[in-house]
DNA sequence: GCCAACGTTGGC
DNA sequence: GCCAACGTTGGC
């Protein structure tokens, strides 16, 4: 099992979109890093959810439904999509100045790279994530 | 709205 | 294959 967390800008798309959706198609990546990492997902992985522009937080569990397949939005290249659903909201949201001033953090994508939108969680940076937002799995 | 960081493009 | 120019992302 892999962790992970993806970006969204919720005024594009909400982690409360997804919870009234119950599953969204997590395309248009265009980035090679971030399609390799969605590459690498399997069913069933969690996906914490972070709120980019508008927020600055992570808000949410969600989780791979199902594992990567050509996106359709791709009208050239080799890109690839992953179905997402909800698992549950975080209790309480952890924001970034939170992450930057944690030390177990300082290595995931969001403080290292700030423009990538996938990417890989370790088994702890996930769990002091969840912690932080006093919600469990 | 600004600008730093990063990725991509294209000329040489 | 290098690197300057440009575009995009996203925090501030």
């Known amino acids: 099992m892999n962790y992970w967390l993806v970006k969204s800008e919720p005024f594009v ?9 119950g599953k969204t198609r997590w395309d248009g990546v265009r980035n090679y890093q971030a399609r ?16 980019s522009n508008e927020g600055l937080e992570v808000v949410g569990i969600a989780k791979v439904l199902q594992a990567n397949y050509p996106d359709p939005t791709a009208e050239k290249g080799d890109w690839s999509a992953v179905d997402l659903g ?30 990538l939108s996938v990417m890989p969680l370790t088994f702890d940076e996930f769990h002091l ?8 799995l």
């Not at 969605?38 to 972070?50: E, I, S």
């Not at 994530?129 to 469990?136: D, M, N």
């Open 86 to 115: 909800p698992v549950k909201p975080f209790k309480r949201p952890v924001s970034l100045v939170e992450i930057k001033s944690n030390e177990g953090l300082q290595n995931i994508g969001l403080v290292r790279n700030g423009r």
């Open 36 to 51: 390799n990492f969605l590459r690498a997902m399997d069913v069933g992985d969690p996906v914490l959810f972070y709120h």
């Open 13 to 21: 798309f909400s982690f409360d979109q997804l919870m009234s959706d």
């Open 129 to 136: 994530l969840l912690s932080l937002g006093e919600t469990e």
